[in-house]
């Protein structure tokens, strides 16, 4: 008992690191919006810094100058605390004015990729200053014991966790009783109102990044007399750190902390239980902590990170649609001549390079198209690499059967890895990914009970009808046959991934990229487009483990770090991690590839490789988000619509007035429809028929619960009563299914997908109708387009045309999926009164085509002038239903919009005035 006890009290050691780093990401996600995952980097410097001068010398972090400066004598243990500390503030004040003030607008996940970008330029720095040789640190505080049982407990760590505690106590203190805390809470709640408050938000963020490194360097020089420093062995506290912040929903220190201490408690009972437990795994426990808590944190209780008050661009870059996908595959021809021309570690170089690029691939297809950070890629390559020993070596499984096998498994693996992301979305799946990462690194790659442990797994060499397509050995190290293999693999993998980005799942990827709710409403399996993302991810890492895994003879797990799937993630973001290009481009600079090889043999310049690639990727993410291929992506495009010529507008054919609507039975039902917010009503009591054929209007004042309403119909607000759709009941039932019921809605923020075409924008629409990705059934939509006069624009990206067409664009993706109802959200806003009459006509002419319209609008002309029914919503409650002339002559309608009885003109006519558009009624 007194063991357990020792190793508890032990563990609070590494929890108030963990507890302090905590902190630290609390700051700074307060004040900036940012998760920083380079929070651990950052303490490991500053241990650095503190390390060097407890030596009598002053590191300097710069590459090209000198690595340090002699002080001529140690400095004393507060002087090198001070010097530290003072050395982290200024860090954190570079670190927000140079890389994160100019993201201040951009969404969590850009600015957790920057901060990834800082770590690992961070990391690299310490590796090129100081080596991978462990630098040890004086004791901070005297060796003193006290005795519990007749065990011996050293004081340092309850020391420890007693700072950090005072820390977070004075920090909690400071945030509420000050008028710089009470300016933090206010540009936390919304940077809008702190400037009309004459608040600085980019000064409260320069100071809490201050504060927040200087919490991160504490925890670092606390923790280096008792872990020795490596540049890489602080890096990865950041995943406990960032399973304690979560536990304050990383606004609150309080429970931060406690979390933090906590965790390290049961890292060091667990760790003891490892090597006293026989049936415990030898190695592993501990990192499952942190992925546990985060699992429960983030996905069983759903929750998401609080959002800050600013607004964000949630962009990765344009995905282009390759134009012709047999063209690129040209490039196979230098590719093959590059391998075949070159021999010894050049050729093997080549070869990374392929298998490099094959996993690569797969983090185009889940976070490129899908928009899910996955941070495991490399893991899931591990996977099937460990797998393919298993099958090569115990089972005898030949070639190629084992790999496929194997990556089917590793796929296997990948959907679980991806199931978080069913209920998660953005930067929460890149945290539980790397949770998973480390934790599989530690309890399957590195464990001596699954594996050969350090020494890995021995694979056996691909044979495949008597041909050797091994890597080889000696003086044919490596062999041609299995470069070749690897190309073929990378041109497969290469040509699948373009492929499909020109097939409908592919544009459903994107649509579900840029925006969930919007991809649900038309049609889209939200769900089913993830699982689909992660599994055809996954099995494309997969392969390329497999390729790693016979090109190194066996399974390493040096080969599959948390750390390097992070750095290949950055290569491919670096290079463009929404296209096929970028992907192979980021086999090519990745470490390893040729051109790491090149800069390191040809010009030296090899020990700068991680600076430069980490200063690269903060750089394009500020400057061009899409990557080193983004530019000829732009300039391709251009040349295409410069061949193309100049675009003609299409011409509607010259409209007629419809025949009068025939108007049928009730074909959706609304039945006492409530919908509460906590102890806010929105809606009570909303029941009214919507008729087969009409255009049926939704007003009110704002306020009254017009969008509510419409959320709640289509599935995306809770409520109480019910809603049928003909003979469909719709309660419980998801958006997605509502829509391929028939039920189409558009958005009042319009919510395209900036990254697709306008014909991809409506095509994906179309999946309400179609319930599969099934492209050879595509209706035909040129009429539509043009009856939408959107024929001109059909091609080009919707971020490139006017307000107003972008509105029609929402509808026309709405149209496409021929709805029996569709639900339309402020149709008319953006346009002048002329679009907005010229719209009418074309809800008409949809309405003789046989859909029926629900309309909610605040342009009073084109409610009266088009609707056959109107309902009135005021305070969440129908206050009236009928014509537009019996609305018009509603007094209760009146009092509605003018707040009071109505007043009569002179001509006895009472006049509504609401959006400036006033209305005789």
Not at 440 to 451: C, G
Not at 531 to 541: D, K, P, Q, T
Not at 901 to 911: L, Q, R
Request: charge should be neutral; hydrophobic fraction near 50%.
């Amino acid at each position: 008992m007194t063991d357990h006890l020792l190793f508890l009290i032990l563990g609070l050691g590494s929890g108030s690191v963990f507890a302090a780093l905590a902190m630290a990401l609390v700051v700074t996600y307060r004040s900036s919006g940012v998760v920083n995952f380079a929070t651990g980097a950052i303490a490991l410097y500053v241990a650095y810094t503190f390390a060097f001068l407890r030596k009598g010398k002053l590191l300097i972090p710069i590459p090209g100058l000198p690595d340090n400066i002699d002080l001529g004598a140690p400095q004393t243990l507060a002087a090198s605390m001070v010097i530290s500390l003072v050395i982290a503030a200024v860090l954190g004040l570079i670190l927000y004015g140079l890389v994160f003030r100019p993201l201040r607008s951009a969404s969590p996940v850009t600015k957790a990729v920057a901060s990834i970008g800082v770590m690992l330029l961070i990391q690299a720095i310490m590796a090129q200053k100081v080596g991978t040789s462990p630098v040890s640190v004086e004791r901070i505080v005297p060796e003193n014991y006290f005795t519990i049982a007749g065990t011996r407990v050293p004081t340092d760590s309850l020391f420890f966790a007693g700072i950090i505690v005072l820390l977070g106590i004075a920090l909690t203190l400071l945030i509420r009783f000050t008028r710089f805390g009470l300016a933090t809470r206010a540009v936390a709640e919304t940077e809008q109102g702190a400037l009309v408050s004459g608040l600085s938000p980019d000064r409260v963020a320069a100071i809490n990044w201050a504060l927040s490194t200087v919490v991160a360097g504490l925890a670092g020089i606390l923790i280096s007399p008792i872990v020795p420093l490596i540049p890489m062995s602080y890096t990865l506290f950041i995943v406990p750190a960032l399973a304690a912040a979560l536990c304050g929903n990383l606004t609150k220190l309080g429970p931060a902390i406690i979390a933090g201490l906590l965790i390290g408690v049961a890292q060091s009972e667990l760790t003891y239980l490892q090597s006293t437990v026989d049936w415990f795994p030898a190695s592993g426990t501990a990192e499952l902590v942190p992925l546990i808590l985060i699992l429960i944190l983030l996905v069983a209780r759903r929750d998401r990170l609080p959002q800050r008050g600013s607004v964000t661009a949630p962009s990765l870059g344009r995905a282009p649609r390759p134009r012709n996908l047999y063209v690129p595959l040209l490039a196979v021809i230098p590719a093959a001549v590059l391998l075949v021309a070159t021999q010894g570690s050049v050729r093997g170089a080549v070869v990374t390079t392929f298998i490099l690029g094959v996993i690569a691939l797969s983090q185009v297809v889940v976070t490129g198209y899908a928009g899910q950070v996955s941070l495991a890629q490399l893991a899931i390559a591990g996977v099937a690499a460990f797998t393919l020993s298993r099958l090569t070596s115990d089972l005898g499984i030949p070639f190629p059967i084992a790999p496929i096998l194997a990556a089917l498994i590793a796929t296997v693996a990948g959907v679980v890895v991806g199931l978080p992301a069913l209920r998660l979305r953005g930067l929460p799946v890149a945290i539980v990914t790397l949770a998973m990462a480390v934790a599989v690194e530690a309890l399957w790659f590195r464990n001596v009970d699954f594996n050969g442990g350090l020494d890995g797994a021995p694979v056996k060499a691909p044979k495949l009808f008597g041909l050797d397509l091994s890597i080889g050995a000696g003086e044919s190290y490596p062999r041609i046959g299995f470069g070749i293999l690897c190309l073929v693999v990378l041109t497969a993998a290469a040509f699948g991934v373009a492929w499909l980005r020109t097939h409908r799942l592919g544009a459903s990827m994107l649509a579900v990229r840029a925006n969930e709710r919007s991809a649900a409403a038309a049609g889209i399996d939200v769900r089913r487009v993830k699982i689909a993302a992660f599994a055809i991810g996954s099995f494309i890492a997969a392969i390329g483990g497999t390729l790693m895994a016979y090109q190194q003879n066996g399974a390493a797990p040096t080969s599959y770090t948390a750390i390097a799937g992070i750095s290949l993630f950055a290569m491919v973001y670096l290079a463009g991690v929404s296209s096929v290009a970028g992907g192979i481009l980021a086999g090519v600079i990745g470490a390893g590839g040729i051109l790491f090889l090149a800069l390191d043999r040809w010009i030296h310049f090899g020990s700068y490789f991680g600076i430069v690639a980490g200063l690269l990727l903060v750089v394009t993410i500020i400057r061009n988000p899409e990557g080193v291929v983004g530019p000829l992506h732009t300039l391709a495009a251009r040349v295409g619509r410069g061949r193309q010529g100049p675009q003609v507008a299409a011409t509607a054919a010259p409209s007629t007035a419809p025949d009068a609507p025939v108007i049928g039975g009730p074909v959706l039902t609304v039945r006492d429809i409530g919908v509460r917010y906590g102890g806010v009503t929105a809606l009570e009591d909303v029941s009214f028929d919507v008729r087969e054929g009409e255009i049926l209007g939704l007003i009110g004042p704002n306020g009254a619960g017009k969008t509510t309403l419409v959320d709640a119909i289509s599935g995306y607000a809770d409520y109480t009563g019910s809603v049928r759709l003909e003979e469909h009941a719709l309660d419980g039932v998801a958006p997605h299914r509502r829509s391929r019921a028939g039920l189409g809605r558009t958005f009042q923020g319009i919510e395209l997908y900036d990254d697709l075409t306008v014909r991809e924008n409506v095509v994906v629409g179309t999946t309400a109708t179609l319930g599969r990705f099934d492209d050879a059934h595509e209706p035909d939509l040129d009429r539509l387009f043009a009856t939408l006069d959107l024929s001109e624009v059909a091609d080009r990206p919707v971020d490139e045309i006017s307000q107003g067409r972008r509105q029609l664009v929402s509808v026309a993706r709405a149209l496409a999926g021929r709805p029996h109802v569709v639900l339309l959200d402020e149709p008319a806003a953006g346009l002048d009164s002329g679009e907005s009459q010229w719209l009418g006509e074309r809800l008409r002419a949809a309405r003789a085509g046989g859909v029926t319209v629900v309309m909610v609008e605040h342009d009073m002309g084109l409610v009266l002038d088009v609707c056959d029914r109107v309902v009135v919503l005021d305070l969440g409650k129908v206050i009236a239903v009928g014509t537009p002339a019996e609305i018009q002559s509603d007094p209760t309608v009146i009092a509605a919009y003018l707040g009071g009885s109505s007043s009569s003109e002179p001509d006895g006519a009472d006049t509504v005035e609401t959006n400036n558009h006033e209305v005789n009624v």
